[in-house]
Each structure stands twice: as C-alpha cells, then as structure tokens.
C-alpha cells in the first residue's frame, strides 16, 4: 500500500539520474528501474542492504530488450544499486555514478521534501578543488573545501574549520555529493544555526596509489596513514591556503563509519590539533564484543588521554541510525567509554534509517550547530 | 610492431582506473582491458571512433568468468568507451566514469609525458564549483569556475575571463575532468604563457530539465537557450561573485564541437559583450557543403556583424585536428568567412589528432595565450 501524499500519479525522474534518462523514476509505481538489454538471460538489480532493501530483485523481459523492475515503498534518501547482468555487476546507464564500494557505482536519490537537504533560495557558499602534493604518500592529492557564502567578500575574517572524512570505499567526493555538505551548510548558515566555517574533504585513503587499504586488515595503516596525512601535510595546507583560524577550539575532526574510526582514535591521540571530534556511525567496537576486525581495547579512550597527557577534546559528536544495530552498539559503548574518560559528549539517533547517507546528512545537520561553541553556555 | 621507447615491460594502471583496480592497464601488450562476468555470452569494447579506433572489439573468454581485450597501440590522451555485454551497452566498473554521449560513460587515460596536461609541481588555482538559480530555466544550475593561484590573496586584482562551453552529451564538469583546462591552465601560468584569467565552464543546455536537447534539430533551442542563459544569467552571476574585469575586451567566449557552434554564433551575435571568440573543432558547416542539421547560410559572418552595428570580435581562435576532416573543412570555411568580414583570426591544427580531447586539450593550450592581448602586439 502506498501511503505517501507527497507522491502524484505522474512519476518523476530523480536529481541522480543522467540528462534525459527516463529511467529511474519515482511516483505511485514505486521506484522504477528499466535496462535496454536485448541478449541477456538474467538480470537482476542489486540492493545496498541499506533502508531500501537487501538483497536482489529480478528484472522482468519486457518488449523490444527491455527489462524492468520496482521496489513497491522505497527509502527516502541517496541509495547505492548495482545492476547485475549475466553475472556481470555493472552500473545502471539512466544513474549518475558516484563513488562509494571502492569505485564509480549508480546511485539513487529519492525525494524527500521534508529534509533539509535541498538546494533552497538561500546564499551559496562555494565548493572549491585544490590540489596539493603529499610528502606522505608522495603523490598529488584533491581537497574538496567548502567555503562559507561571503567568504571573499570578508578578506579580514577567519573562519574554523571542520575536517570531514568519508566511509570505507568512499572518496574525497563523496560528502558533497553523496552527502550534499555545501547544501546542508547553506541551508544551517541561512538558518543562522551554525557558525561560519569551513569544511574540508579529503581522501581517507592514505597508501601511495594504486594501493587502497579496503580491509580491516589494514586499520593500523587507515589510522596511522591518515594520521600523518593530516599532520604532516593537509592541515599545514588548508591553514596556508585558507583564512582558517589554526586552534585547535576552532578545528574539529569527524568521519563516517571507517572515518568515524579515523576521526575518534586520531583525534583523541591529537587532542592539541582538535579540539572537536565526530563519530558518526563510527566502525570502532570494544573487543570481544562485535567486529574483531575493527575492535579497540575496553580502556582505549583513558590510554589515549593519558598518552596526550590528560589534554581532552573540547566535545565529542556521536549519532547512529536505529536500523545499524552494531553502530548504536557502538555508540552506546563509546558514550561509556567517553563518561569514563571524563570527556564531555553528546549523541544522536537517526530514527528508521540504516547505515546509509540520510543517517550522515542528518548527523551533520545535529553535529554542525554545535561546533565551536562553549560547551556550556551554547554561545 | 611496439615502437614507443616510454613504454616498459610492467604494465601501469592508468589516472582513469578507480581506485585498487588492476585493469584498464598500459604496457608492452597495449592497451588490456579485463572484465569479470562469468555468465556471458558475449563481451565487447565499444571504441568511441577517435584515434583509438572505431567500431568494437570482442573480448576473449579467460579463466574463472573473466574476459579480456586488448588494443595493441593505442593513442595517447582520454578516450570514451563502453563494454557491451549481451547486448547491454555499459561501463567498465575498473574505470571512472566522466560525463559524455550525455551520462557518466567509463573514460581511459593514456599517459603521454610529451603533453603539458600532467600535474606539475607549479602553483596551482582552485576549480571551484557555485550554485545559482537560474531565471531563464528556472531550475538550481552548477557553474565550475578555475581561479588563478594567488586569487584569495590580492584581493584588488581583478581579472578577464574566459566561459568555455562543451561538447554534445557533455556538461559543465567535462572541461575541467576530460579537459584538465585547470590543470593547462597552471601550467601555462608558470610557464608565464597566459594572463591569469578565470575560466568558466557551465552547462551549453539550456532547457528546464529534465529536456535536453541532444539533436541538430534542435539547434535553434541550443543556441538561443544558450544565448539567454548567458546574458540573461550567467554574466552578472560571474561578474557579481569573481573579481572580473566586466568589459567585452576582457570576455571572451570559447567552446568544443556543438560548444563551438554556440561560441562563435553566440559572439558573433553580442560582440559588445564578448571581444574574444574560440571555435575547437566547431560544429558549423555552410549550408550545402557537409552536414546540413548544423549548417549556416553563407553569408552568416557578414550578417552577423551587419547585425551588430558593425562591431567585430578583437580575434576569433579556430582549430581542428588533422584526423577529423568535417572540422578541418569547417574551419578553412570559418576562416573564409571571417576574412571576408575583416576579422581578424587565428588558426591552429593538431597533428594526428581526430573529435576527442587530446584536440581540445591542446586547441586550449594554444588559444589561452593570445587572449586578452593587442592583437598588434601580443602585449
């Protein structure tokens, strides 16, 4: 049964699908996908195990080479897919592609009007693309940096900066695109929730290409890797290049999933560069409890301050959705671990979604108003 | 027979690879293509009928589910290109994929060290991308826009800039990722070759989305959309964010194939607003000669300019490449009619090259330092 008023009889094409394509579409059909491929035996469309299904669902032959299938109440929200063909795992043609699952892969973006993450008639800030070259991995790398609307206009002002990082598979675009960072922005800024900053996304993946550490394997290399990426070279970057204010009040570090990860161990061993630290939906467990591969000893956060010499991060960020049980798990384990430590923190739910990007856009719209704020007073 | 002394007997993945991908590679057996997909029946390599060939190649079944095919001596630059499998035409899930044939279609890199479209360890600007509401569209449109080095840090400097348009299927992302116009653009400026100019490139299409014109019937729209577009919108969005020089002798307008087309009508049209016109391999032919859906009366030029009072661009850039015939013929016939009509113009000729970037790429690399010069002086 379809109860959603927003949706008309009239199917709509979707912001993620190419010029033209009229394939995928959204409306009182569900969501429609249809491939043009004459010779196939099988195909089937490959679901992302988020909140819009796990799994996958057989394309039905139509006339002339076509196949079509529908998922009857889809999931609002950006939505990884893969169309399988012949046991080939390939991209939808009518989708954008973006980056997530270590390469270019379709995505789909069903409405939902009640979200802020919509481009609204508000001033836009700018999404800029540096490159700088790393001494760590020794290879030229991109910075995406969203700067504040009036960021030119205000050449005496200088502004925080928070430090975004990206999940496993992910890449430096994947905020502002998939997770639409600029639009969330304007939108807060408009509002006048949030202080001016900046925001920088950067790759997680510090080896020197082509290697890509994907696994769990690798987490000492994602830690300590990006660990060094950002102290030997981005942050001396963006603080060069950018009318940053260099404080560790006014620099925080947060991450999805892996970068959840990345962004609670480094920053909690770094605490004199950040002063803010965000986990969202963050791959980090304490042993024996869930995912041996990306566990943490149960006093990790007290061996982390004392390392830094009791220096604590100023606020830590946590946020889950209610449907990835192992991330509240591991929210609620960090909240414990956090008290403990006597760190100052606060967290955040997600309700109905997955470990998925409306749980990211949400954590982002929550975490960003309370950056760079007095803890106490909110000012 | 393999004769080029840069190629070594380990093969090298390639800039267009994702991530950890180990094919498309480069090497002393060519150029490898290599695709998983065990329940095929038949696989193949769509050439996109540039330097790299035309037609399609099969691929050989291998081992495990896998296929392969090979190019034995494949031209430098970017290539689009597609695998069909079963008769699903698709992308290369080892490859990224740019916007082109008007979606994300799989592109490969082939190195060529010769060229001056690598990084280099120069200052490098920002490709910043701004959002902007559009009245002649009414819809959100994306402007990419590359800063010079040192932009944020002479907040007095104000400068020229250059609107460069790409080709069918393509879009406002297309000069800066196929084209590496950022990236020429650095390099020229350390070579001290340019003035630091900003360059803009926003969508030729012009419709309310989700039309888009694709068809030479739909010129007129192409044309006068995109005319609109530009005076209606885009100028004063530019020349109210950037610290431009707003005077025709500090605009010019320049653009690939279809982009083409519209730059030198466009200009010709309003040359109060643009001093300065760039026809790469432009889609413009007189009437009667090649190819009717994109022809003009012979007397076009002339017209034009009676049209506009007389006033003539400072200069107009014209190129083609010596393996696409129909371009090469369309700019001895421009330079026909520009001379008839006392423009002054240049003209340039990449060997070797046929419709494809590796053209645009270097047409950009030749056109960008006569800009906003005396024409006289070259000063």
């Known amino acids: 049964m379809w109860c959603n008023d927003s949706v008309t009889d009239e199917p ?14 959204w409306g009182s059909g569900g969501l429609e996908f249809r491939i043009h491929a004459p010779a196939a035996h099988q195909v089937n469309l490959q679901l992302p195990g988020d ?8 394309f039905s032959p139509q006339a002339d080479g076509f196949w079509h299938a529908a998922i009857a109440d889809p999931a609002a929200g950006f939505h990884y897919y893969q ?24 995505g789909v973006e069903v409405p939902d009007p009640l979200e802020p993450f919509e481009l609204r008639d508000v001033p836009h800030g700018e999404l800029r693309s ?9 290879s030229w790398r991109e910075l995406w940096v969203w700067t504040p609307p009036g960021y030119d206009d205000s050449p005496d002002l200088r502004y925080p900066v928070l430090y975004l990082q990206h999940g496993s598979g ?38 020197a290409p082509p290697s ?10 994602i830690i300590d890797g990006l660990q060094r990426l950002l102290t030997d070279d981005v942050i001396t970057v963006v603080d060069q290049h950018y009318r940053t204010i260099a404080d ?5 570090l947060a991450g999805l999933s892996m970068g959840g990860r990345q962004a609670l161990i480094i920053g909690l061993r770094r ?69 403990a430590a006597g760190i100052d923190y606060n967290s955040y739910v997600s309700p109905g979604t997955a470990h998925e990007w409306t749980s990211w856009r949400r954590s982002l719209t929550e975490m960003a108003p309370r950056l760079f704020r007095d803890p106490r007073t909110g000012s």
Do not use: C, K
């Not at 979707?14 to 394939?23: D, H, I, M, R, Y």
């Not at 992910?170 to 807060?188: C, F, H, K």
């Not at 605490?271 to 304490?286: K, T």
């Open 12 to 25: 709509v094409t979707l912001a993620s699908n190419v010029p033209g394509a009229e394939f995928p579409r």
């Open 51 to 58: 909140s819009l299904g796990t799994g996958s669902v057989p």
């Open 83 to 106: 169309i399988e063909i012949d046991g080939l795992t390939t991209n939808d043609p009518g989708s954008r592609t973006y980056s997530g699952y270590g390469r270019s892969v379709s």
């Open 130 to 138: 540096l490159w700088f070259h790393s001494t760590v991995t020794r």
């Open 170 to 207: 992910e890449d430096e675009t994947s905020w502002s695109r998939q997770g639409r960072a600029g639009i969330i922005m304007d939108n807060l800024l408009a509002d006048g929730a949030v202080r001016p900053m900046l925001v920088v996304m950067g790759s997680g993946y510090a080896g």
């Open 212 to 221: 890509m550490p994907m696994s769990a394997s690798d987490s000492t290399m």
């Open 248 to 252: 560790r009040r006014q620099r925080a």
């Open 271 to 339: 605490p004199d560069l950040f002063g803010w630290l965000g986990g969202l939906s963050p791959a980090i467990w304490l042993s024996g409890t869930t995912d041996a591969g990306w566990s943490v000893d149960p006093g990790w956060v007290d061996d982390a301050v004392s390392a830094a010499g009791g220096v604590r991060p100023q606020q830590v960020f946590l946020s889950a959705g209610t449907r990835e049980e192992r991330f509240v798990t591991a929210v609620e384990q960090l909240s414990g671990s956090l008290a």
